[in-house]
């Protein structure tokens, strides 16, 4: 009895110490199995319709072309390989311009009898109305919008996801402007990070050194609205003097604030990895001669290099999945960044500030959550590289 | 003094600045958040709800709140963590498994945490129906601090020294018995600090809680685990950006980061006396 109660509480640890690795997969399933679905859903709004006469060769057209037709850069039915015809518009957010409200009914009760004489009248419109006002037996047909491609995706250069009729979902401006603040931050805080790790490692008596740590770590601990809140009210203010902008919330003080929470990152591994250089290789060096900073810079730091890549590598990580700070300073503009002194918005950003307004299921939601597939194939990719990195030098 | 001297003393001189600079970074950011924030504290900050559009008033439904979110994720987090650890260190050989589980451990904790807001809001809200729902963030972050808890348990029993095993064995007793009676004990203090690191962590997450549990505005205090909260750092971030009157909502603002520094400040010197504490008793 004794045993079998036993052997049920070893079974309790060994199923607790499962509950990481299971994490990790559902993390997995869930956000790939939602991100995923952005792929199979039109980009079309939700609820509503494009439709042709029915006489009209075209029965697809792809996402961008609508956009461009929309904005008045595609005039022609030709360019969408049709008749060379020019496009005829209705789109239901000029209903005015087409029908009178006695003729729709206040309530849109009559837009289907209506819409079903305009598509069959025009034999060159494209119509774009609510779904539940598609007349029954319609007389034109309707336009099937393509769902977006990978490609599209990872290189569409707007991100407009609640852009009417159709969404455009390009995580370029996103992406690049999530590398190019954490470039910036990882080059801020680069030289501070050595530098306090050499100091605290290899220069500084044991004494400093235990009061060094501690502050290294409590910046650690600061939370990231609290480092937003410091960077909006001191960092972006302050930028916005310097350089004579109209707006401070620009890049570069995303860059600032995240250098800072790279920093303790940076530091603690990098420390470690410089720790771990056997002494026996500093007395050698030492023995020949050598300066404590030749020791430092020809002995200890290259057989260190690989930990110290690590902590950057992991800072780099930090950077890339950190959400509110970043949110609160760098003016969220989902532009192409082409300067540090630009708004820009980042992956973690766009899903914060986004997701609470996208509907449930929709492919805005889904979109999101292909950020956050991206975000979590990136740093995991960062972490794993990391750790091999890691093990490799503690088995020499 | 030789050139090579001079070098020398120049280069570990800007080293030693930079590290200074880095010391004094985080003392303006203290310094300036407690120099604004500390005016803001009175007890009818501590103790009222937001009044007037969040520009008046106190912050007492997100303190509540978020001291639901720590019991809530520990409750959760620390045994499952402490198990984890304890099996990770006292009964896994060395080997792929074992490397596994600790790769896995170390991926976990660098998901960023809008990841874990996703999956919490994927798994836990909706999936699960639980809703935005204290239930919903405290999992959320119960899963966020785990690692954190077990690799601090697994360091602090790595810490015990094998002679007290192999004594505890020696006298008759099972592995089970000598973890429960002899090793836990002694690794317990230094477990705890895994548990004070967290709360420091659980009270300042934001990006997880955004979409699982975190209310804009509700000034009455929960009824159930179903129910939403205000929280100290959705609270900060709310009053920063979108307030209705952020000029006016400044002090209030300055009052809450002032509280979160304060919570973290106090949970990491704990941790650390904690520590020493332990390492030279240790070590006597």
């Not at chain 1, 082409?338 to 708004?343: F, G």
């Not at chain 2, 019991?71 to 060395?94: H, M, Q, R, T, W």
């Not at chain 2, 705890?192 to 997450?205: A, H, N, Q, Y």
């Amino acid at each position: 009895m004794k045993k079998i109660i036993e052997k049920i509480q070893v079974g309790i640890l060994a199923g607790s110490s499962l509950v990481t690795s299971l994490t990790v997969l559902l993390i997995i399933v869930f956000l790939f199995k939602e991100g995923i679905g952005m792929f199979n859903k039109s980009q079309l709004e939700e609820g509503y319709v494009l439709t042709v006469n029915a006489s009209n060769p075209v029965s697809e057209i792809d996402a961008t072309s609508i956009k461009n037709v929309f904005d008045q850069n595609i005039t022609n039915w030709k360019q969408l390989g049709g008749k060379d015809e020019e496009i005829n518009l209705f789109s239901i957010d000029d209903l005015s311009n087409f029908y009178s409200d006695e003729q729709v009914g206040s309530d849109l009760e009559y837009l289907d009898t209506c819409m079903n004489d305009y598509v069959k009248n025009h034999e060159n419109t494209l119509a774009y109305f609510p779904r539940k006002n598609l007349p029954k037996n319609f007389h034109g047909k309707e336009i099937q919008v393509g769902s977006i491609s990978v490609y599209n995706f990872v290189k569409g250069k707007d991100w407009l996801p609640s852009a009417r009729p159709v969404a455009q979902m390009g995580v370029l401006p996103l992406l690049l402007g999530t590398l190019w603040v954490s470039l910036g931050a990882i080059l801020l805080a680069l030289p501070f990070g050595l530098a306090c790790a050499i100091y605290m490692a290899e220069i500084a008596h044991p004494r400093v050194r235990k009061i060094l740590k501690p502050i290294i770590e409590l910046l650690a601990g600061i939370p990231s609205v609290v480092y937003g809140f410091f960077g909006l009210i001191v960092i972006v203010p302050l930028i916005q003097k310097l350089f004579h902008l109209d707006v401070g919330e620009t890049a570069l003080a995303g860059s600032i604030v995240l250098g800072i929470m790279a920093l303790p990152t940076i530091v603690s591994i990098a420390e470690d990895a410089i720790r771990n250089v056997p002494n026996t290789m500093r007395e050698a060096s030492l023995a020949m001669g050598a300066s404590q900073w030749q020791t430092i810079h020809k002995v200890v730091l290259p057989y260190a290099k690989s930990g110290i890549l690590a902590g950057i590598v992991l800072g780099i990580g930090r950077a890339v999945g950190e959400t509110m700070a970043v949110l609160m300073v760098t003016g969220n503009a989902a532009n192409i960044p082409h300067s540090y002194l630009q708004p820009v918005r980042t992956i973690p950003a766009t899903i914060a500030a986004e997701l609470g307004e996208a509907s449930y299921g929709g492919l805005h939601f889904k979109a999101l959550f292909a950020l956050g597939c991206i975000l979590f194939l990136f740093t995991m990719i960062l972490n794993i590289y990391v750790q091999l990195v890691l093990k490799k030098k503690r088995v020499k | 003094m030789n050139k090579k001297a001079l070098i020398q003393q120049i280069i570990f001189w800007t080293f030693r600045i930079m590290s200074i600079m880095v010391v004094i970074l985080l003392f303006a950011i203290l310094y300036f958040i407690t120099i604004r924030g500390a005016q803001a504290i009175s007890w009818d900050f501590l103790t009222k709800s937001p009044e007037e559009g969040m520009v008046k008033g106190g912050i007492f439904p997100a303190i509540i709140g978020t001291l639901y979110l720590i019991a809530g994720s520990l409750i959760f987090a620390f045994p499952i963590g402490v198990f984890s650890g304890i099996y990770l260190n006292e009964y896994l050989k060395d080997g792929k498994l074992k490397s596994f589980i600790q790769l896995m451990t170390n991926n976990l904790a660098g998901v960023p945490s809008i990841v874990f807001g996703l999956f919490g809001m994927a798994l836990f809200v909706n999936r699960l129906h639980f809703g935005d729902s204290i239930l919903a963030g405290s999992l959320t972050l119960g899963l966020l601090v785990l690692p954190i808890i077990i690799r601090t348990t697994e360091e602090s029993l790595k810490s015990v020294d094998d002679s007290y095993r192999l004594a505890s064995y020696a006298m008759g007793a099972t592995k089970l018995y000598t973890i429960k009676k002899v090793i836990l004990p002694l690794a317990f203090p230094n477990v705890i600090t895994g548990i004070i690191l967290s709360i420091g962590r659980v009270s300042g997450e934001t990006a997880a809680i955004l979409f699982t549990v975190a209310a804009y505005f509700l000034p009455k205090l929960p009824h159930s685990i179903f129910d939403q909260v205000m929280a100290l750092p959705y609270h900060l971030y709310v009053l920063t950006t979108s307030g209705t009157n952020i000029e006016a909502s400044r002090p209030v603002a300055y009052g809450t980061a002032f509280v979160l520094v304060f919570i973290v400040l106090v949970t990491n010197v704990i941790a650390n006396l904690i520590r020493n504490y332990f390492n030279k008793k240790y070590k006597a």
